[in-house]
């Protein structure tokens, strides 16, 4: 029966402010790795109710525009059916938006590399007008 080591790390990575929209992130992740197993998985966790994480097109800049607008389209700011209000018009849509865009992914480390598609980027999902400095946690299995 063949033996498997499972090496496990986790860091946390402290992005920078973004202002409110959808942004590239994969080379700030990569940037804070430490080495990669040759194999394995990464999980990305966002520590924000008000912010999401996913993978989509890095290639046409107008994908992450018209995500903004279909999001904005679906969940409106300034509803009177809002009854969470006291932290701004921006809040109570920014949870309903990391709801959608989900908080965390995963993906395959493959010969010491993220192996993402080659049309694919990591996004932060900045719902809040002013969100601040956003926390990810990455755990690195291998």
């Not at 679906?74 to 006291?86: A, D, I, K, L």
């Not at 809040?91 to 993220?114: E, F």
Request: aromatic content about 8%.
């Amino acid at each position: 029966m063949p033996f498997f080591l499972l090496i496990m790390k986790q860091i946390e990575i402290i992005l920078p402010t973004f202002n409110r929209g959808f942004h590239l992130i994969t080379h700030l992740i990569e940037a804070k790795l430490p080495d990669l197993p040759e194999s394995g998985l990464i999980h990305l966790f966002i520590k924000h109710t008000s912010a999401g994480l996913c993978i989509n097109e890095n290639a046409d800049p107008t994908v992450l525009s018209d995500f903004e607008t279909v999001f904005n389209r679906m969940v409106p700011e300034n509803q009177p059916y809002y009854m969470h209000t006291m932290e701004g018009s921006d809040d109570m849509p920014a949870h309903i938006k990391s709801v959608l865009s989900g908080v965390s992914v995963t993906i395959p480390i493959t010969n010491g590399r993220l192996n993402l598609g080659t049309w694919q980027g990591i996004y932060l999902c900045e719902f809040r007008n002013r969100g601040g400095n956003r926390k990810l946690v990455a755990t690195i299995i291998g």
